[in-house]
């Protein structure tokens, strides 16, 4: 793993740097968790948005990959083949493209209405193509998701009823647990109790998931402990994490992946540095975790605290007693959320493992449908 | 203005739309009120990053952009020859860039250091060129910026010893002063009190200011009232404007000529909906003026509240007996802060008077150094 003084002094700042090595690293662990626990993963690839990455998710086991946008998907069908779109993705603009890229790619959808079935098995028809349909289910974050067994019952029988559709199963988004939610099952428990009612009652009905997807980063090491049905996991940070997996106990700075190089370009403020980092490098994002933290973390200096992001302004503030950096000495940032930080850059440099850069873009950035 | 209906039903959605006739109305109206108090503007381009806005400001009268970042200089170059860097870029990437670009236009970089100077009298006698300085002092938002009269001395004769360099002048940024300072004029009047020190200290040393650029939205059209020594301002969101400044009370929804085309894609949790935009598109800053108002303001539907962004969802909580919009209406949304959300996206569509759209690119969009 890099610190600043590790970069060629003649890198221009800032710029986001992703240390390989450290990537396989992570990539292999929830590989390697996934195997010992009989789940299938189907990485979210809205961290990282990078063709290179997610074919070493790829040739790493993944089974397909995860995305939220039909651009993304699009973006990477040159080497990918199977895709997840963990999105209601079923409007009059997005169903069509979905149905045509299902003409060369296995293409799943995740709904939560019936307009969303018709929408999907009219484009499929109009394309000749087949379109996998994953019922999402609400289990707790309450932002989509049908909201009881019964209304998944009626979905997955609008898609067994279309010929264009293959019910595929069930996903599910356990955005509302937190990582310390190991110590307290309950949560856990909650969504395995909601997933087998719902299964009991499509068995019922003589209709089967052979696909029931969940997970996420925080989540990800407990998936195989409290949930009985699970069949993979679909997460994203876990690639790169950030200052929120750290402040959450998840990880190291150590197994932070990327981070952002910047330079110190002001000390006339008293008390403080400024480096050339701020919402538009770093992202907005507030420590979910630990909000009163700041934005990141400065890898050389871990008792200093990110006090305040303007656009292009990170203000940092130094404890009593600590040697200030000098002006355009180098730092490295891990910010709070690495997904968004990602987004704002068109390109990061890959490091590998003899310290070699070679800038490599963030091709799907920019797929906003 | 326009609003969903008045878009094509075929517009794929998110998508960043800006009215062109607002645009114009509010580039007149800083303008004449520019023209009224004898003050020259000088429009920061951070806002839109876009070349076609930055021609309709010159056109206006602006008499040379404001740029955060040496690559949104060197991006605009072919149309413009007047930059103001508003940033200490003087680090040894930068300054050589910037004593560059100085060969063909004129050049003007804000300093709070004798290290600043130093690195950019050096750099432009490396290109044979000349740039202009102005002395960047804190005037009470504590980011960067002299502490004193004295340090402001100090780097000025400074400037005035090295014969690249031109002393021009001041520059201040007073983000610390809220839009309704206007009933309060104490901040006003200390800043004031700051740039008459300093003057009265250039002047008995031989030194003088041609320049005293300040100025922000908020305090736009309050700038002549509280600060005589005041040349120029440097506003930038005026351009678009936001729910921030609604907020605030400096605009009404009317001036908010850049929106986000939306699409409900679900509708499955009670009390709400989800649209297509979440911190990837809208960006996820709270609103300042008033945070517990949500992230931004739905035109359709100006009762609801945008209550929590993830990265690609928007949720939008419904009031009690408001018909609720149904899957796959378009919505169009103000997001609080347009700055960051603009430089989500690579393009725009710019709505002529006649409904007609184009699309134009966001040129300076992910020019980071």
Redesign the interface.
């Known amino acids: 793993m890099f610190i600043a003084a590790d970069l060629p002094?003649?890198l221009?700042?800032?710029?986001l740097v992703v240390d390989g090595p450290t990537v396989e690293r992570n990539i292999a662990a929830a590989a390697a968790y996934c195997r010992r626990n009989q789940l299938a993963l189907r990485p979210h690839i809205?961290t990282h948005k990078s063709r290179r990455v997610a074919s070493l998710q790829r040739a790493a086991g993944a089974v397909g990959l995860t995305v939220?946008?039909v651009g993304e998907a699009e973006c990477l069908r040159n080497e990918h083949d199977d895709f997840l779109i963990a999105?209601?993705?079923?409007?009059?603009?997005r169903a069509p493209r979905l149905a045509h890229l299902a003409r060369a790619c296995t293409v799943r959808v995740a709904v939560?209405?019936l307009?969303?079935v018709d929408?999907l098995a009219a484009a499929a028809a109009d394309s000749g193509s087949t379109l996998g349909i994953l019922v999402?289910v609400?289990v707790g974050f309450?932002?989509?998701?049908?909201?009881s067994p019964q209304?998944s019952l009626e979905l997955a029988r609008a898609v067994a009823g279309h010929r264009e559709l293959r019910l595929d199963g069930l996903m599910y988004y356990p955005?509302h647990i937190s990582p310390r939610s190991a110590d307290h099952p309950q949560p856990f428990l909650r969504i395995a109790d909601t997933l087998g009612d719902i299964l009991d009652l499509w068995s019922a009905h003589g209709l089967s998931a052979t696909i029931v997807s969940g997970g996420s980063t925080p989540t990800l090491l407990e998936s195989h402990r409290h949930n009985p049905f699970l069949t993979e996991i679909r997460p994203g940070t876990y690639v790169y994490n950030g200052a929120n997996e750290i402040r959450a106990g998840l990880v190291a700075a150590a197994d932070c992946a990327a981070r952002v190089l910047a330079?110190v370009?002001?000390?006339?403020?008293?008390g403080?540095c400024?480096v050339?980092c701020g919402?538009?490098?770093l992202?907005?994002?507030p420590c979910g975790p630990a909000p009163a933290t700041g934005f990141g973390l400065v890898v050389e200096l871990p008792e200093a605290k990110i006090v305040?992001l303007?656009?292009?302004?990170g203000?940092i503030e130094l404890p009593r007693g600590t040697d200030p950096p000098r002006?355009?000495d180098r730092l490295t940032l891990i910010p709070n959320h690495i997904?968004?930080c990602v987004?704002?850059?068109?390109a990061f440099w890959w490091r590998d493992a003899s310290g070699r850069l070679t800038s490599s873009p963030v091709d799907a950035r920019?797929q906003?449908?």
């Open positions: 002094p003649d221009a700042t800032p710029c809205k939220a946008k999105y209601p993705a079923a409007d009059p603009i939560d209405s307009a969303a929408s999402d609400d309450h932002r989509t998701g049908v909201q209304e955005g330079t370009v002001s000390t006339a403020v008293p403080k400024v050339d919402t538009k490098t992202a907005a994002d305040r303007t656009e292009e302004h203000e002006l355009y997904c968004p987004n704002l850059h068109n920019g906003l449908v």
